[in-house]
């Protein structure tokens, strides 16, 4: 049985103090989850989330890096320097690195080989834009969105890589896919896995669905046959709202 992991994605959200008080509150809300509960937060508030979350169940992350350990990149952040703070997770090619900042499925594969270089869990983001979906294209976009990400990983980094699938008509904009929907589109990125890899490691890989999940929603989503948690924007920014999509079952 493949765990849930719910992870936040706070975007560019959220000062010091907000993101300490934010987990404060939270801590007590999930401390009884069997799900991995995540937050992916800005560079500046990462030292006191991980602070403030020391004795709790909830993991930091960031939310990009680049894939040079150092050197000559004004204002980039590398994995090693992320490992250094004690950061556990990072999302790589969210689709707004992709559509704001030019990242592509090459640098996306480099960033996850140099944040499993720094033993750090990646939460790759694959996801189709509208037109795409309105062709006929899904299938095939996020089919070769995961191949290309995943090329040249062992074993072992395929079966510890987190995928998140994000179509991006669903980011931010309050439309969700079908539970059905999402399903059948993760079981694409298993099969597609499972072609590489073998169906074993497929398997094991953690898929989550990401776009505007909400505690209204995430309990249908998250009963699904291959729907493994999800990546969460904007609710995940409010303490309740956060809390309850982690405690969906109850
Ligand atoms: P949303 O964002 O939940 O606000 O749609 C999801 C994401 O971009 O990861």
Known sequence: MRRKVIAGNWKMNMLPNEAMAFIEGLAPLVKNTDAEVILCVPYT????????????????????????????????????MLKSIGVEYVIIGHSERRQYFNETD???????????????????????????R??????????AQTKIALD???????ENTIIAYEPIWAIGTGKTATAEDANNSIKAIRNEIAKNYGQNIADKVIIQYGGSVKASNAKELFSTSDIDGGLVGGASLKVEEFANIVNYSI
């Not at 499993?116 to 996801?127: D, R, S, W």
């Open 134 to 143: 309105e062709v006929g294209k899904t299938e095939e976009v996020i089919t």
């Open 106 to 132: 090459e640098t996306v594969n480099k960033k996850i080989k140099a944040a499993f270089a720094n033993e750090l869990k990646p939460i790759v983001c694959v996801g189709e834009t509208l037109e795409q």
């Open 152 to 158: 040249g990983l062992t074993e072992e980094q395929v």
């Open 45 to 80: 508030d990462l030292f006191y989330s991980l602070l403030t979350a020391q004795e709790t169940n909830i993991k930091i992350g960031a939310q990009n890096m680049h894939w040079e350990e150092s050197g000559a990149y004004t204002g980039e952040v590398s994995g090693q």
